[in-house]
């Protein structure tokens, strides 16, 4: 499993901690030192099957100052994911990314279903 998280995020931070208190073995990815791929992104991305919107970090300072919430609907979905992949902090984290799953966001139930320790 791969964890993508930036290092200052309360959000991450807790999901970490989570994951390491249920010994989850994971390789952890500094999202601020190495942004996603634009290939990685349309892989997990088709692999979530959620709205590509989901990937967004739309409470993040680049988000808001590059007023990116009028113009996603114009963007093609390659476009976004071209934005997503040249700046990691437009990227909602954390991210886990399993073999057949992605998990946007750290929601404690949807994680625990995810790896199975329900």
Do not use: H
Request: proline fraction near 3%; charged fraction near 35%; aromatic fraction near 12%.
């Amino acid at each position: 499993m791969l964890f993508i998280y930036y290092p200052k995020c309360s959000t991450c931070q807790k999901a970490k901690k989570w994951l390491d208190s249920y010994d989850i073995n994971y390789d952890a990815r500094n999202i601020s030192e190495e942004n996603p791929t634009y290939e990685e992104l349309k892989e997990w991305y088709a692999k979530s099957k959620l709205p590509l919107k989901k990937f967004f970090n739309t409470s993040g300072l680049v988000y808001k100052e590059l007023g990116l919430k009028d113009k996603l609907a114009d963007m093609s979905e390659d476009e976004q994911l071209k934005l997503l992949s040249s700046n990691g902090m437009l990227v909602k984290r954390p991210l886990l990314i399993k073999e057949d799953r992605v998990l946007i966001g750290f929601k404690e139930s949807e994680w625990e279903e995810a790896l199975d320790l329900k």
